[in-house]
């Protein structure tokens, strides 16, 4: 893969080199920061308040490949507090064709667009964002991969992150280098 600058990027370590993959540009290692728990890996840019966040979860083997990036989406908008009418929709889900993705142990791998209403840090005021989901199925690991990139559409002037600035903000380019690049390293990450 080639970065906005025209070099090659370099993959990132992740879960202890576990996995890698390519991470975009001014991305801040969010460990670094704060706790994160041992199932994720955060980044965030360093001057939006977009964030790329690779997880690992429980396989869902109860929900068919194509309604499982949704179920996802959905369990996202729950720890978000975004399930009430009106707070989140589902825009597209599309199949990941396998001969582009790097991780070839996944059974299937999909893309969902889907927007929520979410408040940061408890705050009574709402932002609307864009979530993109990437979900690579591993049934073999008892492991789904969520990718998730949340890029903020309209920021609350009364939230904590009005001040946030769109200095080269990531791309859904920058995402779908990520997901494509995810490779796996060391099986047992999963145990």
């Not at 990132?12 to 890996?41: C, K, M, W, Y």
Request: proline share 5%; with cysteine.
């Amino acid at each position: 893969m080639q970065s906005a600058g025209g070099s090659a990027a370099q993959a990132h370590p992740l879960f202890g080199g576990a996995l890698s993959a390519v991470i975009p540009h001014s991305a801040t290692d969010v460990s670094d920061l704060r706790e994160i728990p041992d199932n994720q890996e955060v980044f965030a840019h360093a001057h939006t308040d977009q964030s790329l966040i690779v997880e690992l979860v429980e396989y869902q083997g109860q929900v068919a490949d194509h309604d499982a990036a949704r179920y996802h989406f959905e369990d996202i908008a729950g720890s978000n507090k975004a399930l009430e009418p009106g707070a989140f929709e589902v825009t597209s889900v599309a199949a990941l064709p396998k001969s582009g993705l790097s991780l070839s142990e996944c059974s299937s791998g999909w893309m969902l667009t889907g927007t929520q209403c979410v408040s940061k840090f408890n705050e009574e005021a709402r932002n609307t964002v864009t979530l993109h989901l990437g979900l690579l199925r591993l049934p073999q690991f008892s492991t789904d991969v969520l990718v998730t990139f949340n890029d903020p559409q309209n920021i609350s002037p009364d939230s904590s992150s009005a001040s946030a600035v769109g200095k080269q903000p990531w791309t859904l380019q920058d995402f779908q280098c990520l997901l494509q690049t995810l490779t796996l390293h060391n099986p047992g990450l999963f145990g």
